[in-house]
């Protein structure tokens, strides 16, 4: 048997012996699949942030007695980025033959003597932290296959890598540590020897813990602090400034370095905007989206396509496990996310060295900044700091008048991007708007709103805006550009200039129209608009004016190709669910408030073809029946507030696409056939759905 270990490029690796906590289950999961699983050649891969524990996973498997004796070759080989593919190979191979001396590097084809020396043998290979799909191609093709049980184990960062490069089995994804669990490692690290934590350092103990995010590497370092100096008055400032108690921060730089270094040029603007939010602040996602394309990170050909492509950008962040999702939509789609105190201390280094959001590209202002500013009061005082309160401001601002932020605009007439949906402002602005010609995102809470204060915006993609009274004029459908109309409820009435068309519209929202309003002629208008909450007037709470049989007359027109449609405090008639049916890229469909007239059952005999989401909120119907075809697509189910609703129908059952039914405030007997469906599906298809129910306490 020949047992051989790659010594170039050696990371540092924890001890063979030391005990890992919180990966038990992983580490036998894959000890067991790599000794008794197939006989053929088959990929182990693991994925994670760096610092949740990777290495000293694989490390901790690799050096086992048990896997050394049932290979016949095992080998580790950490992949650095730079590392040039064939002296990788060459390396290899110099350590599995032990031939120091021969001069390998003369070699044409040194992969095919790998391969040879390889042939018939039982190896286990270590890839450490490898980055990219093309050095696994390369290095893939030097093992050869067989039926003996030979295995490859993976690690890296990246989970486009982890999913490309697997095998039989899904990738390991690391998941950060619990609380308990980090408290657990915690202690093992300070009180070696089997010791116990004292009584006075306990609650203050597991303060720190939770503090280190969950990240073993960080919990380890911290624990080299905290064993030095064992007073709960030192523990606690450990606590509440974890960065700086950190003894090798370099060694953190550096790593974050690699995994930014290896991101494509257009997504490190990305990442560097979001390190300039507060710490622990979870970053809505429809908002970052919105203003990435604002300050022009994203970038195509098809300006349609802007909003899917930043929705990429992010997900490669957080496949790069550079960003983490903290909180996910009924749908499955990231609603928040964060960026882990390392990334953002890495960030706002980089920003600093870069001059990051300095203005460049307009010579005749070439010392003005173009800035982002995001506030989100919480306790806003004349005394700013960034503890109290979720502010932020790119790069550097301070607003000490919180009732009139705008005067301080003045030496910042390029700025783009301006939130302040969490102040409430008076009405002494609008001339504010006047030097902002370059804004694209504008959010603000204010009393009254007149749309003529941001006609002349021509450059605005994004309007939010709540307000007690909206005055909507025509002009406001001048600004080409808009991409979404987010306004909380607006009348909106067709007007006769033909040449006014919005190419870029996606989103409009909350608007209330007339079913007279509602032409093909009109909805031409907004030819893309993916997008719409909608209050239509004549199924509104005085649908008693209107006669059945001229409900039934109404020709009702929406947009062609919504995605989206939210319709809310109406009457729900045959004839209104038939136009929704015709929508046939219709993939979301939320109903709040919604009547019936006569027998409150919604007997539905229309097909919702490609319909994902359904959202049922306050829906005020005894009965529901729908049949199998109804919603062939059906992924998510979300039943809420509708405490006259029996049951949901048992013709879910047969539904092969629905992955979750959600269930809140409802009554016993809905959560029960929500339960009923699911059982269902498990023993009769094998399809494992999730259930969650939730009521509030009475």
Not at 255 to 272: A, R
Not at 544 to 569: H, Q, T, V
Request: glycine share 4%.
């Amino acid at each position: 048997m020949e047992n051989s270990e790659e010594s170039c490029i050696e990371p540092y690796y924890p001890s063979i012996d030391e005990e890992l906590v919180g990966f038990d289950d992983y580490a036998q999961n894959i000890f067991k699949y790599l000794i008794s699983g197939g006989k053929d050649l088959d990929v182990v891969s693991i994925v994670g942030m760096a610092g949740l524990g990777k290495t000293a996973l694989a490390r901790k498997i690799y050096g086992s007695l048990s896997i050394r004796c049932h290979f016949d070759v095992v080998f580790w080989c950490s992949v650095s980025q730079t590392s040039n593919r064939r002296e990788l190979v060459l390396r290899i191979l110099k350590q599995i033959t032990r031939d120091h001396h021969s001069n390998y590097a003369d070699l044409d084809y040194p992969e095919d003597i790998l391969r040879k020396c390889l042939y018939g043998k039982r190896y286990l290979i270590v890839l450490d932290n490898i980055w990219e799909v093309q050095a696994w191609d390369y290095i893939r093709q030097c093992f050869p296959d067989g039926d003996n049980g030979s295995r490859i184990m993976v690690t890296t960062r990246n989970e486009e890598v982890a999913s490309y490069v697997k095998g039989y089995s899904d990738p390991y994804s690391l998941p950060f540590l619990k609380d308990e669990k980090s408290w657990e490692l915690l202690q093992k690290k300070v009180f070696q020897r089997g010791n116990s934590c004292p009584l006075e350092l306990v609650n203050v103990g597991q303060l720190v813990a939770k503090k280190c995010k969950g990240l073993p590497s960080l919990i380890i370092m911290i624990a080299e602090i905290l064993s030095e100096e064992r007073e709960a008055s030192s523990w606690l400032k450990v606590a509440y400034d974890i960065s700086s108690h950190v003894s090798d921060k370099e060694m953190i730089m550096k790593t974050i370095q690699s995994s930014y270094d290896y991101l494509p040029d257009h997504l490190k603007p990305c990442l560097l905007y979001m390190g300039l939010f507060p710490k622990d602040y979870e970053i809505p996602v429809s908002n970052l989206l919105k203003w990435w394309i604002a300050e022009e990170f994203v970038q195509s050909i098809d300006t349609l396509k802007l909003e899917e492509l930043s929705e990429i950008c992010l997900c490669n962040l957080v496949g790069s496990n550079l960003v983490v999702v903290s909180k996910t939509r009924s749908n499955g789609k990231m609603k928040c996310c964060i960026v882990l105190d390392q990334v953002r201390d890495f960030c706002l280094r980089k920003i600093t060295e870069e001059k990051f959001m300095q203005l460049i590209g307009y010579p005749d202002q070439p010392e003005e900044q173009r800035l982002c500013m995001y506030i989100e009061d919480r306790t806003m005082t004349s005394d700013f700091k960034e503890s109290d309160q979720e502010f932020i401001v790119h790069p550097k601002f301070s607003i000490l008048d919180r009732k009139n932020p705008f005067r301080l605009l003045n030496n910042l007439k390029l700025v783009r991007v301006l939130h302040l949906l969490d102040i409430y402002l008076d009405n002494s602005f609008p001339t504010a708007f006047q030097s902002l010609p370059h804004l694209r995102y504008l959010a603000i809470f204010v009393k009254a709103f007149d749309c003529k204060w941001v006609s002349h915006l021509l450059h605005l993609q994004t309007l939010r805006v709540r307000s007690s009274y909206i005055m909507i004029s025509p002009a406001i459908w001048k600004i080409s550009k808009l991409r979404h109309v987010d306004i909380n409820e607006f009348p909106v009435t067709i007007w006769e200039e033909d040449d006014i068309v919005l190419d870029n519209l996606k989103t409009l929202g909350m608007c209330s129209m007339s079913v007279a309003d509602m032409t093909r002629k009109f909805w031409d208008k907004f030819a893309n608009l993916e997008e719409l909450r909608l209050h239509i007037n004549e199924f509104a709470d005085h649908i008693s004016d209107y006669s059945s049989s001229a409900l039934m007359n109404l020709d009702i027109i929406f947009p062609s190709r919504l995605k989206c449609l939210s319709l809310s405090e109406i009457f729900l008639t045959d004839e209104l669910v038939s136009s929704i049916a015709e929508l046939r890229y219709l993939e979301t469909l939320k109903l709040s408030e919604i009547y019936f007239a006569g027998e409150k059952h919604w007997d539905l005999s229309y097909t919702f073809g490609q319909l994902e989401f359904l959202k049922l909120h306050r829906v005020f119907m005894t009965k529901w029946s729908c049949s199998e075809d109804s919603f062939p697509r059906l992924e998510c189910l979300v039943v809420k507030n509708c405490s006259k609703l029996e049951e949901i129908p048992d013709t879910f059952m047969d539904s092969g696409f629905l992955r979750l039914i959600k269930v809140i405030d409802c009554s016993d007997s809905v959560c029960n056939s929500a339960v009923k469906i699911k059982e269902e599906l498990g023993e009769c298809y094998g399809i494992s759905i999730q259930v969650d129910i939730s009521k509030k306490d009475k």
